[in-house]
């Protein structure tokens, strides 16, 4: 009967290792598993990643080349219009003179253009249309003041040195009302030769 019970422990005993070391193998080639297709994630990520970047950095080499050929290709048309908008930081304006295209620069390109107006910034450039900026510091040149002087009224410029004669009008002040008179006596300030010309014409 001892023996029959021994021969039981000692098969249970054997079953139970045998059963440990199946589930202490699964373990193990489970985890080799999960690390492996770890490591195999890793490795694609990786591989992405530096296929996008490449990919990106490929597609911004191409864009700028697209854009530097296109710039190279726009030719100035024989009806393209030249702005030049200059800044003033003095007074905060803006001046713009618009011009036609000089007959030599037509067919010019954007680098062209650039060399023979280096000290100007190209802000538009398109085959019917250049504009170029720059600032400057001082005041635009375009504020004036209208004074009586010995009865006629006197277009004065404003400048960084002070007020100087611009224009000697044959508009004599005993016609102006009494609002007007006072205001050129004090000083009618205007901004613009376009304004400038309106408010002698409705002195007139």
Not at 25 to 30: S, V
Not at 66 to 80: D, R
Not at 84 to 113: D, M, W
Not at 136 to 141: A, I, Y
């Amino acid at each position: 009967m001892k023996k029959v019970m021994i021969t039981i422990i000692a098969v249970a005993i054997i079953m139970t290792a045998i059963w440990a070391g199946i589930k202490l193998f699964e373990t193990r080639d489970e985890q080799q598993m999960a690390n492996q297709i770890e490591y195999q994630t890793e490795i694609s990520e990786e591989i992405e990643d530096e296929c996008t970047e490449e990919w990106e950095a490929l597609q911004n080499e191409n864009m700028l080349n697209l854009q530097a050929n296109t710039q190279e290709q726009i030719q100035l048309s024989p009806n393209c219009s030249f702005t030049f908008q200059t800044h003033y930081a003095g007074c905060g304006h803006t001046s713009r003179q618009y011009n036609h295209i000089p007959q030599q620069l037509v067919n010019k390109t954007e680098a062209q253009i650039q060399e023979l107006y280096s000290d100007w910034k190209i802000t538009t450039f398109t085959s019917n249309e250049v504009i170029l900026e720059k600032d400057m510091e001082g005041q635009c040149g375009e504020h004036y003041v209208l004074r009586e002087v010995a009865g006629k009224i006197v277009v004065y410029v404003v400048g960084e040195n002070g007020e100087e004669e611009y224009e000697k009008t044959e508009i004599a002040t005993d016609y102006l009302t009494e609002t007007d008179k006072i205001t050129i006596r004090e000083g009618l300030k205007v901004y613009g030769k376009e304004n400038l010309n309106q408010t002698i014409e409705d002195f007139e």
